[in-house]
């Protein structure tokens, strides 16, 4: 083995100057070839193009990069019309090798519509919308291809799943076009990106649908702009964006347009129709298929931020002294009972509240408010959110980080309900969930169907009638006689609960309370 090593030790020097000059005049020949290509490709795709387009080979996206991520992204190119300055450097796509040894450009996907609860659609470039009665995004086609008249008509609500609740939601339709014609002329030009959403659905009607399909996915998509991006908002209901005016002050900076009664062509270097929602579950998130990782969280605190509410832990409890003595402080925490007025209300509001006080508890009554920025504050000076299921528990969001739910789920088999609506959501928020289901005893469906009847005995086959029979007998027929007795354990954990903030907060565990 040795022999080849020394035979290649003895070659001539003369030998390995000949090689040296060979290679040099091959890569000189490969650098004059590849250049004259790429300024070939960038000539043609410059003269596609319409005022100002951004191009950009990759995948578009409306979030900003990590200084790792852009070091790894391709450069991005501006390029005018009739500009015939070609760039020094500029990078081209990598990938399948097209005539003549070119790298075939990709073609990229503008809308995504695999999503189960949302479509969305991105585009940068010339982007001009019109919203009063055409309802378009017209935007200049990208340079991967012939794609002249594309387009894409979704309805920019997350909910598209529930047919029933996007059905007063009106279609967007974006198209790509090079001749915009003088009724796309601009009227007014941004150098900000566009969002356009719809409300509709059943925002607007139940305040977890607000939340749930509107407000989380809209943090998602505007957080990442920090402000510098401009709303439209389609299907709006009157008084909606001014009772969540504090989310969408500090989303953007500008005022909300309302998009089906502009009848401006307004302009813009990007834009995204529709909101993204990283998980499919209702009122949820999940960090691990959020480009910036947000999570319910981050919502929570961002929603405490945009109200101005003061307490982000809940207060601060008086610590058991050594030997089992109880302090004399007088602190409470606050308990908030969410009473209801009509449906799955409690027909036992004053015994509830002299068991609660009974258990160390400061007890507010009180029905959900439309004043949201009132309503907030008062939640926000609780440590205990209290209420049957429903809308009013959505709530939690507005609790100090670390505060506590109880949700107590009627009759008839409502644990996926109770689960999917409350249960998870509450955890992802790092709020401590407690979760009481009433018995036979403690429905006042007792006092409408016999024990026999299938509402007892076979509640599943209730469900199984269909969303109107189950609604109509488990949520709306149904209201709630609390015992006392049975639930007091659930506020003592509560308050456990509560107190071991306080034991947290210094490094401490239950078990070291004592002293030892």
């Known amino acids: 083995m040795a022999k080849p090593f020394r035979n290649l030790n003895r070659a001539k020097p003369q030998s390995y100057g000949v090689g040296l000059l060979v290679v040099l005049i091959l890569v000189s020949l490969t650098y004059v070839t590849m250049s004259g290509t790429n300024k070939m490709r960038i000539s043609m795709a410059n003269s596609q193009l319409?005022?100002?387009?951004?191009?950009?080979?990759?995948?578009?996206?409306?979030?900003?990069?990590?200084?790792?991520?852009?070091?790894?992204?391709?450069?991005?190119?501006?390029?005018e019309k009739n500009s015939s300055a070609v760039p020094e450097e500029v990078f081209l796509p990598t990938g399948r090798t097209g005539d003549r040894g070119v790298p075939a450009v990709e073609k990229k996907p503008i809308c995504d519509l695999?999503?189960?609860?949302?479509?969305?659609?991105?585009?940068?470039?010339?982007?001009?919308?019109?919203?009063?009665?055409?309802?378009?995004?017209?935007?200049?086609?990208?340079?991967?291809?012939n794609r002249e008249g594309e387009s894409w008509t979704i309805k920019p609500y997350a909910r598209k799943w529930d047919v029933g609740s996007g059905g007063s939601v009106r279609e967007v339709t974006l198209r790509l076009v090079n001749d915009y014609g003088d009724e796309a002329r601009c009227a007014v030009n941004y150098s900000i990106?566009?969002?356009?959403?719809?409300?509709?659905?059943?925002?607007?009607?139940?305040?977890?649908h607000d939340f749930g399909d509107v407000l989380v996915p809209l943090f998602q998509s505007a957080a990442p702009f920090s402000g510098e991006v401009q709303l439209?908002?389609?299907?709006?209901?009157?008084?909606?964006?001014?009772?969540?005016r504090p989310y969408f002050d500090k989303l953007s900076?500008?005022?909300?347009?309302?998009?089906?009664?502009?009848?401006?062509?307004?302009?813009?270097?990007?834009?995204?129709?529709?909101?993204?929602?990283?998980?499919?579950?209702?009122?949820?998130?999940?960090?691990?298929?959020?480009?910036?990782?947000?999570?319910?969280?981050?919502?929570?605190?961002?929603?405490?931020?945009?109200?101005?509410?003061?307490?982000?832990?809940?207060?601060?409890?008086?610590?058991?002294?050594v030997g089992g003595e109880q302090s004399t402080a007088k602190a409470k925490a606050r308990l908030m009972l969410i009473a209801r007025a009509k449906t799955r209300r409690f027909t036992n509001v004053e015994e509830i509240v002299r068991?609660?006080?009974?258990?160390?508890?400061?007890?507010?009554?009180?029905?959900?408010?439309d004043d949201i920025a009132k309503f907030s504050r008062v939640v926000n000076s609780c440590d205990v959110l209290m209420g049957v299921h429903g809308s009013a528990l959505t709530n939690m969001v507005f609790l100090?980080?670390?505060?506590?739910?109880?949700?107590?789920?009627?009759?008839?088999?409502?644990?996926?309900?109770?689960?999917?609506?409350?249960?998870?959501?509450?955890?992802?928020?790092?709020?401590?969930?407690?979760e009481y289901s009433i018995n036979e005893e403690e429905t006042t469906l007792s006092e409408q169907y016999p024990r026999e009847h299938a509402v007892f005995k076979d509640p599943m086959s209730v469900h199984h009638q269909g969303w109107d029979t189950f609604s109509r007998i488990?949520?709306?027929?149904?209201?709630?006689?609390l015992n006392v007795t049975r639930f007091r354990p659930f506020l003592d954990r509560a308050r456990l609960f509560i107190s071991q903030q306080h034991t947290q907060a210094q490094d401490l565990d239950l078990d070291q309370r004592g002293g030892g």
């Open 474 to 481: 488990f949520l709306k027929e149904q209201n709630v006689r």
């Open 50 to 79: 319409v005022q100002v387009v951004d191009v950009n080979y990759t995948s578009i996206k409306s979030y900003p990069s990590t200084g790792k991520e852009a070091a790894e992204k391709e450069k991005v190119v501006v390029l």
């Open 355 to 369: 068991m609660a006080e009974g258990a160390g508890f400061e007890v507010v009554v009180t029905e959900a408010s």
């Open 232 to 244: 439209l908002v389609a299907n709006n209901k009157p008084g909606w964006v001014q009772k969540f």
């Open 193 to 208: 990106p566009a969002l356009v959403f719809a409300i509709g659905g059943w925002s607007g009607i139940n305040f977890f």
């Open 114 to 145: 695999s999503n189960r609860k949302s479509d969305v659609c991105e585009a940068a470039g010339d982007v001009r919308i019109v919203g009063k009665n055409t309802r378009m995004v017209y935007v200049a086609p990208p340079p991967d291809g």
């Open 253 to 321: 900076r500008y005022p909300v347009i309302e998009f089906d009664e502009d009848d401006a062509v307004r302009c813009f270097p990007r834009v995204t129709l529709g909101l993204r929602c990283s998980s499919i579950e209702d009122f949820q998130m999940e960090p691990a298929k959020s480009p910036q990782g947000y999570s319910m969280v981050d919502f929570a605190e961002f929603t405490r931020s945009a109200f101005g509410l003061p307490r982000e832990r809940p207060t601060l409890l008086p610590e058991p002294l």
């Open 400 to 434: 100090p980080r670390g505060g506590v739910v109880i949700q107590v789920v009627p009759w008839g088999k409502l644990d996926w309900i109770a689960g999917h609506y409350f249960r998870d959501p509450a955890k992802q928020m790092e709020v401590k969930y407690l």
